[in-house]
């Protein structure tokens, strides 16, 4: 096999390690192209092709982190993953760890730990790699990494996200939330959320914000049902699909741009969490994008016409 044929047999692989550290799908791909060129550019070929890419994807995640992270704490507002609609790595040994360790929900929570303890716990818990593979990775001894699995294990159950088991009813429930939300029906949202349910925007100052946070039922019922039902009346539509392995729908303008993206965090039969990321940086690699403050603008003109 081929330096090449190696490389792309194990691309999805390494685009998902990365992904899961850097939280971005952009700095992914830059981290695994860049993978690509270390290796080609070595002189020997390694016992192991997938130890070897999967450390070097790793080290430089790890790099572009410590980076990023001080430009996520002067971040506007909230800040979120780019949003997965397809994770290309499939695993079936594995398939709950890759779904869980995907979503919003547990990405933010990764978030939270350094980028040492945030990569041994993606190539341990995740991934299921070998203590004596994680610490080629981070290069650091065996017993360290232990160290920092113990830590970030420890974070990560604290605030662990729990999602419906069930695919079949989750995405039923979606059904139902988006179809409500299309004709902009009140009661038939606030039956289907949580009690203290929370949506949060990310729009990152680039963009109009549907939300900063909104707190409960009523609250965010009300909200959708009043922002929607004059968005479709510009030609605003929206498509139901997976984000983050989780329900969410893409928003799209009258020329079929992408607006933004909704994800839902589904349990016990109930939206707990609803998510949009309109910040147009995060929305690029799903294709052209559509102006915001335009398509704003013209909702806002579209209400006095009818009012």
Not at 154 to 173: K, S, V
Not at 197 to 222: C, F, T, W, Y
Not at 226 to 252: C, K, L, Y
């Amino acid at each position: 096999m081929s330096k090449v044929e190696e490389f792309e047999e194990l691309r999805p692989l390494l685009f998902s390690i990365a992904y899961r550290i850097l939280g971005s799908v952009g700095e992914a791909e830059d981290a695994v192209q860049e993978t690509w060129l270390r290796f080609d550019g070595s002189a020997t070929r390694p016992t192991s092709t997938k130890a070897f890419l999967s450390a070097t994807v790793t080290r430089i995640s790890i790099d572009v982190l410590r980076s990023a992270r001080v430009r996520r704490e002067e971040y506007v507002g909230p800040w979120f993953p780019e949003p997965l609609l397809t994770d290309p790595y499939q695993d079936p040994a594995r398939s709950a760890e890759l779904a869980d360790s995907v979503s919003m929900a547990a990405l933010l929570l990764l978030e939270r730990l350094s980028p040492l303890e945030r990569s041994v716990f993606v190539l341990r818990e995740v991934f299921g790699f070998g203590f004596d593979e994680v610490a080629a990775a981070v290069e650091r001894s065996e017993a360290a990494c232990r160290q920092l699995l113990v830590r970030a294990r420890r974070h990560m159950q604290a605030g662990r996200p729990r999602f419906e088991a069930d695919r079949r009813e989750r995405q039923e429930l979606a059904t139902r939330f988006f179809g409500a939300l299309r004709d902009g029906d009140v009661v038939g949202l606030r039956d289907l959320l949580a009690a203290d349910v929370s949506m949060v925007g990310d729009s990152g100052g680039k963009a109009p914000q549907l939300a900063r946070a909104v707190i409960g039922a009523e609250n965010v019922a009300r909200l959708l049902a009043s922002v929607f039902p004059r968005m479709a009346w510009i030609d605003v539509t929206f498509e139901p699909h997976e984000v983050n392995g989780q329900p969410g729908a893409i928003f799209r303008d009258r020329d079929g741009r992408v607006l933004h993206i909704m994800a839902l965090d589904v349990l016990d039969g109930q939206i707990q969490t609803i998510r949009s990321v309109i910040n147009p940086d995060k929305l690029g690699h799903l294709g052209p994008v559509a102006d915001a403050w335009a398509v704003d603008r013209e909702v806002k003109q579209a209400r006095r016409q009818t009012k």
